[in-house]
């Protein structure tokens, strides 16, 4: 196999239909570990697991609530296709949690957090008329301003050579890459909705700094969290309670986002000409699920059943 | 496990708000300081204005068929252009198709294949099917009608890469020409096998770069293609681009190896198979709409609420999902990871018996 690097391009696939695909994965295998020897950057992208499902379920009640206020023909559909993406993507990572379940570590009482937090919170709010549609376009705002943050970690884990190095676990990476890559490929469409429904600058700031320090803070207490509940840590990693340098350090090696690149996407989102599409590669992402076996298998699926 | 699984990720949220991740027994001061900050921006927020007023709805766009031919009996080349002079059309790549509003509604899916480069017209073909609705009205088009474009859509990237691999089968020849011009463009190594009954069958045969790279395969000249000479001399890592009937995508694909780029169209969900009418309520009180066998709860939703939320019309994302109230549904849904059905009928799918109602919380 040819190894050069690709060449440069700037014909970008473009106007992607978006639909989801049914992906399934087989856990059974899987080490509570699964980066080998490698426990704090697993548990740095366990956090996930324990987030999206109940995020991405919420994205998708907001969504809906959102798609009878959309105008625009080709919008709704890639509304409707980012939807169905979300769904599963909620579902797959759903997942993950029984397998940890089954190593012995209980990851109840965060995801019943996160659950209260996303249904509770950032729920309907019992508003009506003006308020409540204005809740709505500051939830969306705030599902644009993650959006953010799903496509520069989308990006970051079809770029991250690294965790195949290091000899991560095969499904999971496909699992993560799967993921990153539809993050990629739909990236433009909540803030897409968002300017169509509402488009003020004030709201959409507003929204990324209370998304960015709210997912930064869970962040934190989710490796906490694992690390202290890991009934092979029990809080300590070769005998030390994790330091928050870990986390560059382990960035700098390629093993998780680096906190600069996180850091950095908030004035990158600030900026008034921000748009989605001019960040990370749509043609990465699609020559990804060309690639990746669950997207193949669950492809050939719909094929078969379209016969 | 699925009681348990239930319980966690499944449940309905529970009003207080959830005790501190360690010390279990203490609400989470964290947590609580978060649905404090929610409850004070959320007035806040009501008072930001809208950046624009609400959009204006955006219709299709007009064109006209300048054009018509025949290559062969079964197909028709339909050139079409902006029914406005000095109009510009969206630009599209290769593997980008259009959503054409046919008489009396009728949307079908065609594929662009003109020249990517002239912004000035669309070229489209359409294979005659038998009993085909879409393709009947599209054959019946002639030179000066109009009709309503929406698009162009891309379900079928076509990615730079280093050298591909293209297989198209009779009309699947229309996404893949463009791209095996644009390889060719680019001096790009490909090769294209092409497949038909026989050569009067299959169209564009005239427009193909010349060379080696192509091999045109007709089964009256070679017999019915076997996959393995379709894919043979493929090289791990390089890209395989495929259009063509179901069949023909589905043997190609089993044998592109895993770490080898396999891309192909994306189909419309199935159509209806074995269904029966029967009928649905939208709550109890509600209107009761019949859906007739050929199509399906969703459908019937849509006409009379044309913002009702769907995704994969397939059954296994659960967008379209909503509370059964009464009635004893044929769930056909197979939701995603076994995720539970929490006593939801989905419309995209599920059906019920002949001459049954069921009652949907609506």
Redesign the interface.
Known sequence: ??T?P??V?T?E?????L??R???FDWSALDLHWIPDEPFATHVINVLHLLL??GERWF?EV??QA???I????LR?QV??F???E??HA??H??V??HM?AHGLD???????I???F?????D?D?SG??EF??L??RLAVIAGIEHYTAVLGQWVLDAKRLDEVGTDPTMLDLLRWHGAEEVEHRSVAYDLY?????????RA??MG?AAF?LA?LWV?GV??LV?NDPYLRGRIDGVRPKASWALRDGRRGLIPHLGRLARAIPEYLRRRYHPSHHGS??QA??YL??S?AA?AA??A?????? | MSDDRERRVGHHADPRPPTDLFRSGRPDRFMLGLARLAARLEPLTARLRPGHPPPKPTGDLPVRVVRTERPSPDVAVLTLAPVAPETTLPAWQPGHHVDVVLDGGVVRQYSLNGDPSDRSRYRIAVRRIEGGLGSGLAHGLREGDVLGLRGPRNAFPFARAERYLFVAGGIGITPILPMVVAAHAAGLPYRLVYTGRSRSGMPFLDELPEGPDVFVRPDDEYGPPKAADLTRGLEPGTPVYVCGPAPLIAAVGALVPTGTPFYSERFSPPPVVDGRPFEIRLGRSGPVLPVEAHETALDVLLRVRPGTPYSCRQGFCGTCRVGLVEGEPEHRDRPTGGAPRDGGFTPCVSRAGEGERIVLDL
Do not use: C
């Open positions: 196999m040819n050069d690709a060449p391009t014909d696939p473009d106007r992607l239909v639909r989801a049914d992906v399934h499902p109940e998708v969504f809906k798609v009878p206020h105008t625009d023909h080709e559909e409707l296709g939807i169905g993406q769904a599963v579902e797959a759903a997942g949690l029984d379940d990851p109840r009482p965060y995801v019943e957090q659950a209260w937090l249904r509770v919170v950032l729920g709010r508003l003006a308020r204005a809740w376009r500051t300017m169509h429904v509402d488009g003020g600058y004030a709201r507003l929204a209370v709210a803070s207490r906490r969290f202290v749509t043609a699609v020559a060309a690639v076996p193949r492809e050939a719909e094929r078969e059943a379209a016969r």
